[in-house]
């Protein structure tokens, strides 16, 4: 799938991401005894377009998971509900790949914020949350990703309760 410029079409490499980070997600969440809702996607960076033919890879990883000590509040100053500790952060990374040195270099990155719901009740609302293991960095790397992983999942919960008055999904607390 490619856009006008020759390049591959943005949407075709966002719905790959998607995938990645739904798997990811549910990975993480069935350890926990639930399952993933997608909450928000943040901003998707663009850093370099992937031509036809580029060897690319995905990558993906939770940044960041929501705690209780959240309930404090957010900069935005929005109140958040006592489970936001079932609410995580996924980071995929796209990258471009030097089949002649080997490098790679960063082509997108995308944000996705989950929700970690109980599986048995998908069908009702509100929808019951689980609590996930919270994520510790272990490098300074992990640490910059985690501070980015809350920045953007605290936009993610103020942009839904400024839209909507109240979360998308009516999540029971």
Same mark, same amino acid.
């Given at each position: 799938?490619?856009?006008?410029?020759?390049?591959?079409?943005?949407?075709?490499?966002?719905?790959?991401?998607?995938?990645?980070?739904?798997?990811?997600?549910?990975?993480?969440?069935?350890?926990?005894?639930?399952?993933?809702?997608?909450?928000?996607?943040?901003?998707?960076?663009?850093?370099?377009?992937?031509?036809?033919?580029?060897?690319?890879?995905?990558?993906?990883?939770?940044?960041?998971?929501?705690?209780?000590?959240?309930?404090?509040?957010?900069?935005?100053?929005?109140? @958040?509900?006592?489970?936001?500790?079932?609410?995580?952060?996924?980071?995929?990374?796209?990258?471009?790949?030097? @089949?002649?040195?080997?490098?790679?270099? @960063?082509?997108?990155?995308?944000?996705?914020?989950?929700?970690?719901?109980?599986?048995?009740?998908?069908?009702?609302?509100?929808?019951?949350?689980?609590?996930?293991?919270?994520?510790?960095?272990?490098?300074?790397?992990?640490?910059? @990703?985690?501070?980015?992983?809350?920045?953007?999942?605290?936009?993610?919960?103020?942009?839904?309760?400024?839209?909507?008055?109240?979360?998308?999904?009516?999540?029971?607390?």
């Amino acid at each position: 799938e490619r856009n006008r410029s020759g390049k591959i079409f943005g949407g075709f490499l966002m719905h790959k991401a998607y995938e990645l980070a739904f798997a990811t997600a549910s990975k993480f969440a069935v350890k926990q005894g639930g399952a993933p809702t997608v909450f928000a996607l943040d901003d998707v960076s663009f850093a370099k377009p992937v031509s036809i033919g580029d060897v690319i890879t995905f990558s993906s990883t939770v940044v960041y998971t929501g705690s209780d000590e959240l309930r404090g509040g957010p900069p935005t100053g929005a109140s @958040l509900p006592a489970g936001i500790s079932s609410v995580f952060q996924v980071r995929v990374g796209t990258n471009i790949v030097n @089949l002649s040195d080997g490098t790679s270099s @960063l082509s997108n990155e995308f944000h996705f914020t989950f929700f970690n719901r109980n599986a048995s009740t998908q069908d009702t609302y509100p929808l019951q949350p689980v609590p996930v293991v919270g994520v510790v960095p272990h490098s300074y790397s992990e640490g910059m @990703l985690w501070i980015d992983g809350r920045r953007r999942m605290l936009e993610a919960l103020a942009m839904q309760q400024h839209l909507r008055g109240d979360f998308a999904h009516s999540i029971g607390y």
